[in-house]
């Protein structure tokens, strides 16, 4: 009878042990990787994680986001390609990416094309950008969500920059883009293409007489040492794409795919209030290094950049979403 139960008692115990191990294997099978190219702090890292954890929930643990930053799949071009070929599932990259496979794509990145910050969220949470978001799907992904990568604005060495004659002759650095070149040269500045690297010693040397970035970028890289005005043009609001592969879609139920989805444009909102958070921040951190904050009536530079916005424009498609993304109201 002993042996019975010891006999007994070794059949449930594996028998348990088996079902964890199968449970275990089924949670392995549906994990999918996501690039991201910023540290955990990034407010997009920590949206992506609030997406995680309500994906993971809402399919009963059947898929897990398991997200891997500071670049550990490759820098963003590269992440790219490995989702295309499903090496991975999902990567954050920036829009000038994709636009190489759609020039539609450009349009999100014309300079003044939000009147605010409120106005870009509507639009990445509103409807009007799913067909151009799954059009992708022939090049191997779909863009799930866009998420903010913050308003760019301009900070200078001397004094700050509030009309085009104060910043007339002024050499700031911009990323190498001819939007950006363009863009600057209608603002009354001149765009000078630099590693971001080599912004800092470039300011303090007086090769440049300043950057244009985001506020949190100018705090993490201590811009303000070298900076200290901080003037507010908001010239570009920039996207950055949350992309899955096709071949990862495709092993997803239409009703996975659904919730996804849906998790996915909910976490717009998510990673702009952490956005508009960190601004403050970061902003408070710069101040209390002797960094100056200044408003600026943004009208002139928007009427000035509205023939680079016309020359930016070339196709049906990009005039249709100019549109549409113009009428939306804030």
């Not at 949670?27 to 992506?48: D, G, I, M, R, W």
């Not at 059009?135 to 900070?155: C, D, H, P």
């Not at 209608?186 to 303090?204: D, F, K, L, N, R």
């Amino acid at each position: 009878m002993k042996t019975f139960k010891s006999f007994t008692k070794s059949a449930t115990f594996l028998a348990v042990l088996s079902a964890t191990f199968l449970a275990n294997q089924a949670y392995a099978a549906t994990e999918l990787k996501v690039a991201f190219n910023q540290s955990k702090q990034h407010p997009q890292y920590q949206a992506l994680e609030d997406l995680s954890n309500k994906f993971e929930s809402a399919t009963q643990g059947r898929y897990k986001l398991t997200i891997y930053p500071n670049e550990l799949l490759g820098d963003q071009r590269a992440s790219l390609e490995l989702v295309q070929n499903g090496a991975i599932q999902l990567a954050v990259v920036a829009n000038p990416l994709v636009e190489n496979y759609d020039k539609t794509f450009s349009v999100l990145a014309l300079p003044y094309l939000y009147k605010s910050t409120a106005h870009q969220k509507k639009v990445y949470s509103s409807d009007i950008l799913d067909p151009l978001f799954s059009s992708t799907s022939k090049f191997g992904f779909n863009v799930l969500a866009a998420y903010t990568a913050g308003a760019r604005s301009i900070y200078t060495k001397d004094k700050s920059v509030t009309t085009k004659e104060e910043l007339k002759g002024k050499k700031i650095r911009v990323l190498q883009s001819d939007t950006m070149l363009k863009t600057l040269a209608c603002m009354g500045g001149t765009g000078m293409p630099m590693s971001q690297g080599e912004v800092y010693t470039a300011i303090q040397q007086g090769v440049l007489d300043g950057a244009e970035n985001n506020e949190i970028t100018y705090a993490d890289l201590k811009h303000y040492e070298v900076a200290p005005f901080f003037s507010r043009t908001q010239h570009l609001r920039v996207a950055d794409l949350l992309v899955i592969s096709d071949m990862a879609l495709s092993t997803m139920s239409s009703e996975d795919q659904a919730t996804l989805r849906k998790l996915a444009k909910e976490s717009i909102t998510t990673e702009f209030d952490l956005w508009d958070k960190q601004i403050l921040e970061s902003e408070k951190l710069a101040k209390d290094k002797g960094a100056t904050f200044i408003e600026v009536d943004t009208t002139i530079f928007r009427n000035a950049c509205q023939d680079v916005q016309k020359d930016l424009i070339k196709s049906p498609e990009q005039k249709e979403l100019f549109d549409k993304i113009t009428n939306i109201s804030e």
